[in-house]
T-cell receptor, first 119, second 111 residues
Framework: AQKITQTQPGMFVQEKEAVTLDCTYD???????LFWYKQPSSGEMIFLIYQGSYDEQNATEGRYSLNFQKARKSANLVISASQLGDSAMYFC????????????????FGTGTLLAVQP | DGGITQSPKYLFRKEGQNVTLSCEQN?????MYWYRQDPGQGLRLIYY???????QKGDIAEGYSVSREKKESFPLTVTSAQKNPTAFYLC??????????FGQGTRLTVV
């Protein structure tokens, strides 16, 4: 079954420190994509970073990096130099291809990690 | 500006009523999705559609229905068969391998 697992319901981090948010996934597909989104209390979903299953290098976007370990099926998000504005819910997501006669992309999410940055 | 528009932002429903949540995108994206989010929870997939006039059930489709008559529109109807519809509903769209773009969400409350 295709599944995203985030085992950390909540995390605390001190301002200016780095934090790692865990994400493991399960799929039998060879081609898939992994995403991280941030959801502040306002409810909007903000795209942070993307990793394709065939990408050999870990993705980076500013203070965000994705630690992609394909054999272990993990895609952890690393936030460096945490800021107070990083306090939010963080979701890991996976895009897989489904074939049912046609073909479609299916995008599934984990349960999220609530990050609190302390001054 | 291109984006996804969900309306209304807040919706109140009496028990036994059907209500329809609107989702419109002008990004020319092929795929569209509906998710439900309960407080402190993740996003659960209700329905998704890759092309016009075709859609698939997600993990929690019971009590919901959708249509995809136009590429840019993917309305969600919450029927009276959905016993616990109070939640935050998010619509999203994607194109190819790209990231999902989301609407601002609709908060549905049963009164």
């Amino acid at each position: 079954a295709q599944k995203i697992t985030q085992t950390q319901p909540g995390m605390f981090v001190q301002e200016k420190e780095a934090v790692t948010l865990d994400c493991t996934y399960d799929t039998s597909d060879q081609s898939y994509g992994l995403f991280w989104y941030k959801q502040p209390s306002s409810g909007e979903m903000i795209f942070l970073i993307y990793q394709g299953s065939y990408d050999e290098q870990n993705a980076t976007e500013g203070r965000y990096s994705l630690n992609f370990q394909k054999a272990r099926k993990s895609a952890n998000l690393v936030i460096s130099a945490s800021q107070l504005g990083d306090s939010a819910m963080y979701f890991c997501a996976m895009r897989v291809r489904e074939n049912y006669g046609g073909a479609t992309n299916k995008l599934i999410f984990g349960t999220g990690t609530l990050l609190a940055v302390q001054p | 500006d291109g984006g996804i528009t969900q309306s209304p932002k807040y919706l109140f429903r009496k028990e036994g009523q059907n209500v329809t949540l609107s989702c419109e995108q002008n990004l020319n994206h092929d795929a569209m999705y509906w998710y439900r989010q309960d407080p402190g929870q993740g996003l659960r997939l209700i329905y998704y559609s890759q092309i016009v006039n075709d859609f698939q059930k997600g993990d929690i489709a019971e009590g919901y229905s959708v249509s995809r008559e136009k590429k840019e529109s993917f309305p969600l109807t919450v029927t009276s068969a959905q016993k616990n519809p109070t939640a935050f509903y998010l619509c999203a769209s994607t194109q190819g391998q790209g990231e999902a773009f989301f609407g601002q969400g609709t908060r549905l409350t049963v009164v």
